[in-house]
């Protein structure tokens, strides 16, 4: 394979990753809390190629003459966008929006019998049934919402009403008596870069991350007074939808180019065969 094709090749393969991310962005437009990905491209290392028999290096010139060749372009970081999402009221007593800025939820995860903490801003909750008539406050996926002391949130079951206030303190009635039984126990990312996707609308601690920083400066709980939250109403997704078209359509444009490259070298190869 010539240069052309190679630089074509590896260009291509790194655009259909960023296709895949905005496809990923578009179907999750109306998910709640859902955070957007934004892909950035790099160019790969180039090569210098001298165009003389004998370079030299002019008075006043810093670099070698002659061209440089790079070998494609790759994507150089997918950054998660943290932006705020608009609020949409749905008055549904579990249903609960956070309003601070870099703020999440806490909830836990078992992958391979290993539990593991992870963060959301989708705040649409519910209740799992449980032993001892029991319910635990769970997301949509079935798993526990973490409360104070990092304990998952369970209530008897016998209740008239349950209604979690804006500092997130859960609120439940029964026989016309109301009593505050749980808290959310709502954390503050520090440092949001380094918290990386994990699937179904979550958000990790890299061990990248975990390794250079201290827990507290990554994500650090935030205090009953500072929390602030919007009962009976989410927070929608960040996607911006016409930005994502746009992207999209620039993308494929980009990728068409890069294929008509190694057509048209393919076309060039074959003319040179044909000379005698």
Request: aromatic share 4%; proline share 3%; charged share 20%.
């Amino acid at each position: 394979m010539t240069r052309m094709t190679i630089q074509a090749a590896v260009t291509m393969g790194q655009l259909q990753n960023r296709l895949d991310n905005i496809g990923n962005n578009i179907a999750n437009a109306n998910t709640a809390g859902f955070k957007g990905r934004d892909a950035n491209f790099s160019s790969l290392l180039s090569q210098q190629i001298n165009t003389e028999p004998d370079p030299t290096n002019p008075v006043g010139r810093l670099t070698p003459e002659g061209l440089r060749i790079g070998s494609g372009a790759k994507l150089g970081h997918t950054n998660v966008n943290f932006e705020q999402g608009s609020m949409e009221v749905t008055d549904r007593n579990l249903d609960v929006a956070l309003l601070g800025d870099d703020q999440l939820f806490q909830v836990a995860v078992e992958e391979n019998g290993v539990a593991e903490t992870r963060y959301t801003r989708a705040g649409n909750f519910y209740l799992s049934p449980q032993e001892d008539n029991q319910v635990m406050l769970v997301t949509s996926d079935g798993n526990p919402v973490l409360g104070a002391g990092g304990e998952p949130i369970v209530l008897m079951n016998n209740m008239d009403d349950l209604k979690i206030e804006e500092n997130g303190a859960i609120n439940v009635t029964r026989n016309g008596v109301q009593n505050v039984e749980g808290q959310l126990e709502i954390v503050q990312a520090v440092r949001p870069r380094l918290l990386e996707a994990a699937g179904n609308n979550l958000f990790r601690l890299s061990e990248e991350s975990l390794d250079n920083y201290p827990l507290a400066e990554i994500v650090n709980n935030v205090g009953q007074a500072d929390v602030r939250l919007k009962s009976g109403a989410l927070e929608t997704s960040n996607i911006d939808l016409a930005k994502q078209t746009t992207d999209m359509i620039e993308t494929q444009r980009a990728y068409q180019f890069n294929a008509k490259t190694i057509s048209m070298h393919d076309q060039m190869q074959g003319l040179i065969n044909q000379l005698r």
